[in-house]
Nanobody, 127 residues
Framework: QVQLVESGGGWVQTGGSLRLSCALS??????AGWFRQASGKEREFVAS????????RYADAVKGRFTISRDRAKKTVHLQMNGLKPEDTAVYYC??????????????????????WGQGTQVTVSS
């Protein structure tokens, strides 16, 4: 059974840090990503990682503040979020795909290319 289980969300003040984790089971990922959806807005890309070589990509809004990583042995994806801002408040979703694309592929930030999704975890940043 394919499962993605997220953890680590919560409440933090501006400038604080949180670390999200996503445990993958029941499938082999070619790539994994984090997306977020703020209230009243569409879901948007945050970061992605290619599984075999940990090649990463970030949305401009989080570059330099967020770091995505993966633990191959534990089949877990992490999102370390530093320097959090109120505009980072959203439900964060982990997603995976069995496919691995070329480094420059736009597919990594395309949520329609991800087959499996977690249930989401709330991140709230207060000012």
């Amino acid at each position: 059974q394919v499962q993605l289980v997220e953890s680590g969300g919560g409440w933090v003040q501006t400038g604080g840090s949180l670390r999200l984790s996503c445990a993958l089971s029941g499938h082999t990922a070619g790539a994994a990503g984090w997306f977020r959806q703020a209230s009243g807005k569409e879901r948007e890309f945050v970061a992605s990682i290619r599984w075999f070589d940990a090649n990463t990509r970030y949305a401009d809004a989080v570059k330099g503040r967020f770091t995505i990583s993966r633990d191959r042995a534990k089949k877990t994806v992490h999102l370390q979020m530093n320097g959090l801002k109120p505009e980072d408040t959203a439900v964060y979703y982990c997603a995976s795909t069995p496919r691995a694309y070329n480094s420059g592929s736009p597919y990594y930030s395309d949520q329609t290319k991800y087959e499996h999704w977690g249930q989401g975890t709330q991140v709230t940043v207060s000012s």
